[in-house]
Structures are given as C-alpha cells and as structure tokens.
C-alpha cells in the first residue's frame, strides 16, 4: 500500500518538473512579440579607455579637510599615498562602472603586488572615489576630490 501511495505522488511531482521546461521547447512563431524585455548583455572585463578612467585621476582625500595633509593622487601609471606609492601595471573595465587597477607597491621598503577596484562616484560635497582593496579583504574607503591649488 505504502508504494502505490509513493508511486501515485510521485508521478504528478515528475509530470509537473518535465513540464516546467525540461525538454526542448518549441521556439514561439517569429510574429508573436514577446512582452518581456531582453536580458541585459553580461558584465565585460577588459582593458580599460583611458577617457574613462579620467574621473579617477587627481587629488583624493578621506575628507575636504585632509586635502592639505593626506593626500591620495591617481594617475595613469601611479598611486600614491602617505608614507607609499605604487606603479600602476594596468586598469581593467570590470563592466559595471568599476576599474580595477593593478598596481606593484612599495611601503617602509617592502615591496607587494596589489588590486584595486575603484568606482566614480558624486556626493554631496563633489565628486568622489569608492575604493576597494582587493587584497586587503575587500578593505573600503571612500575618498573626495581635492579642490585645485590656485
């Protein structure tokens, strides 16, 4: 008795999952318009334009006050920090807004091969920078634009 009851849910639960698309499925006739809109074409990593990495580039500070003292300054092919510096080896465009930059590091004479992802970001008080240190378990920050020196 026990199998017949096994048996007789079982094949309505099999039934229902083959139906719910595990063969092929006929394709629908090329003059139905779907009412979904399509996928959005997957993330792209690659190397990244440099007119886009414009936005990356000058004068950061953790905040408008620090800008005098503890500056971060981007550029193509450096990153430099308080007390260290790093040669940029290259950008990826991760393809969600983000570049990762690869960077060969030296701080208090040790040398280190590092990522960094950074993200354009506006705020409120200009524009800014959302970093994430990559090998520093995901270590964030965000960073503002210093003002130009006049």
């Not at 580039?57 to 007390?83: H, M, N, Y």
Request: glycine residues 10%; aromatic residues 4%.
């Amino acid at each position: 008795m026990r199998h017949v009851r096994l048996v007789a849910v079982a094949i309505p639960v099999l039934l229902a999952v083959a139906a719910c698309g595990g063969g092929n499925q006929p394709n629908p006739p090329s003059s139905q318009a779907s009412t979904q809109a399509p996928a959005p074409p997957p993330a792209v990593s690659g190397p990244a334009d440099q007119k886009a990495l414009a936005p990356l580039f000058g004068s950061w500070a953790l905040d408008l006050a620090s800008c005098g003292k503890q500056v971060l300054t981007i550029s193509a092919k450096r990153f430099e920090g308080p007390g260290s510096g790093c040669d940029i080896t290259g950008f990826t465009d991760n393809g969600d807004g983000t570049y990762t930059a690869a960077m060969s590091c030296v701080a208090d004479g040790q040398t280190a091969k590092e990522r960094i992802s950074m993200r354009p970001i506006f705020g409120p008080t200009g524009e800014g920078i959302d970093l994430v240190y990559l090998d520093r378990k995901n270590l964030k920050s965000e960073v503002t634009r210093c003002p130009a020196a006049k």
